[in-house]
Nanobody, 125 residues
Framework: QVQLVESGGGLVQAGGSLRLSCVAS????????WAWFRQAPGKEREFVAT????????DHADSVKGRFTISKDKAKNTVLLQMNSLKPEDTAVYYC??????????????????WGQGAQVTVSS
């Protein structure tokens, strides 16, 4: 079993920054790819960003490009999401996802085997 734990959410004013962290623990195998998704009240879960554990490939949703950056810290088995210039429409529960299968970057929820519990991010206007 694998556990993903997010941290770093909170309340911030528009234009501010937050950094989310996701650490994996449990079964000792490496995840091939990681991602962040988010779900706002009354809306479907949507892709935010994805990263491959090996190499430097990343991708970000158009709505966050230039503002959010996904990165990894291999020494800590952690994936980060730096969120700058936050907007009220970024308010959502942010979920970390990971998958051990080597299939390239993934932008869709069913591509990920493991999920965290979510971290609330609230941006006030």
């Amino acid at each position: 079993q694998v556990q993903l734990v997010e941290s770093g959410g909170g309340l911030v004013q528009a234009g501010g920054s937050l950094r989310l962290s996701c650490v994996a623990s449990g079964r000792n195998f490496s995840m091939a790819r990681w991602a962040w998704f988010r779900q706002a009240p009354g809306k479907e879960r949507e892709f935010v960003a994805t990263i491959m554990w090996s190499g430097s490939s990343t991708d970000h949703a158009d709505s966050v490009k230039g503002r959010f950056t996904i990165s990894k810290d291999k020494a800590k088995n952690t994936v980060l999401l730096q969120m700058n210039s936050l907007k009220p429409e970024d308010t959502a529960v942010y979920y970390c996802a990971a998958d051990p299968r080597v299939r390239g970057l993934g932008k869709f929820s069913p591509e990920y085997m493991w999920w965290g519990q979510g971290a609330q991010v609230t941006v006030s206007s």
